[in-house]
């Protein structure tokens, strides 16, 4: 059974930094592409950031590039999303999703970053 747990939202000022974690089981960690999503409050889901085979090549929205850094851990089965200078509009519930080899996509429950000062 494929689980999805993310941990490290909270409150961050404008400016500072937040590592978002996403711990995988019951999949391999090189088996699948990684990628996080985020929900503002009234606003449809949208794409962050994403690593995929071969060889981690990753994927940013342009609202987030040269600020926040996706990576992986393979060793660890974790997944990151590495928030620097966040901004008041990165405000959301962020969501870690992953894609098996056969195109079956998991989702974690999400976890909360909040920006204000």
């Known amino acids: 059974q494929v689980q999805l747990v993310e941990s490290g939202g909270g409150l961050v000022q404008p400016g500072g930094s937040l590592r978002l974690s996403c711990v995988v089981s019951?999949?391999?960690?090189?088996?699948?592409?990684a990628a996080w999503y985020r929900q503002a409050p009234e606003k449809e889901r949208e794409f962050v950031a994403s690593?995929?085979?071969?060889?981690?090549?990753?994927n940013y929205a342009g609202s987030v590039k040269g600020r926040f850094t996706i990576s992986r851990d393979n060793a660890e089965n974790t997944v990151y999303l590495q928030m620097n200078s966040p901004k008041p509009e990165d405000t959301a519930v962020y969501y870690c999703k992953v894609q098996d080899p056969r195109d079956y996509e998991y989702w974690g429950q999400g976890t909360q970053v909040t920006v204000s000062s």
């Open positions: 690593v995929f085979n071969p060889n981690d090549r990753t």
């Open positions: 019951g999949l391999n960690g090189r088996s699948y592409a």
